[in-house]
């Protein structure tokens, strides 16, 4: 009888990894070509994957703090802040300090960052085109990867 073999997807322990075994690097490819198609749909929008991130949040609930905004993108304020400024820049929000707290600022949509809304509707639909999976598909991904999500953060 043959000995069994290992085969990339049960690699033996004292083995080296093997890089197209790991999760960590199919994660990591998959997000770099996930955001290179992103770079390429947003340039019509005049935007980074980074302040359509911003722009995704306030869309959904507008006027937040730094760190609320924060909270629902994984990023620290020392992250946030300086793209939150370019952003200001760009006319797409304004930063304003809260008036029953100085140390906390509100982030607003302006009037152009609120058009963007309609442009970036369309977005979705391109990607899942992309993807060619199905709606279903896409859904069950999404959701398997937010419980590894909420996995992996009890044990950092």
């Given at each position: 009888?043959?000995a ?16 197209d ?17 992103y ?5 019509k929008l ?6 359509y991130?911003?722009?995704?949040v ?19 304020s020392?992250?946030?802040?300086p793209?939150?400024k ?6 797409l ?25 309609e ?6 639909a ?10 279903e ?19 950092v």
């Amino acid at each position: 009888m043959d000995a069994p073999h290992d085969t990339p997807a049960t690699p033996a322990l004292n083995q080296v990894p093997r890089l197209d075994a790991q999760l960590c690097f199919a994660l990591y490819s998959t997000s770099l070509a996930m955001n290179k198609l992103y770079r390429k749909l947003l340039r019509k929008l005049g935007l980074t994957y980074s302040q359509y991130l911003v722009m995704m949040v306030l869309w959904e609930r507008d006027e937040l703090t730094v760190s609320e905004v924060g909270e629902r993108l994984f990023l620290d304020s020392a992250t946030l802040t300086p793209l939150l400024k370019r952003m200001e820049q760009a006319e797409l929000l304004t930063r304003t300090r809260c008036p029953n707290d100085e140390r906390q600022v509100i982030i607003a949509l302006t009037a152009r960052g609120d058009r963007l809304r309609e442009e970036a509707a369309l977005l979705p639909a391109e990607i899942i085109g992309a993807t060619q999976c199905t709606l279903e598909q896409v859904v069950g991904m999404k959701e398997q990867l937010n419980t590894l999500r909420a996995s992996l953060m009890k044990s950092v």
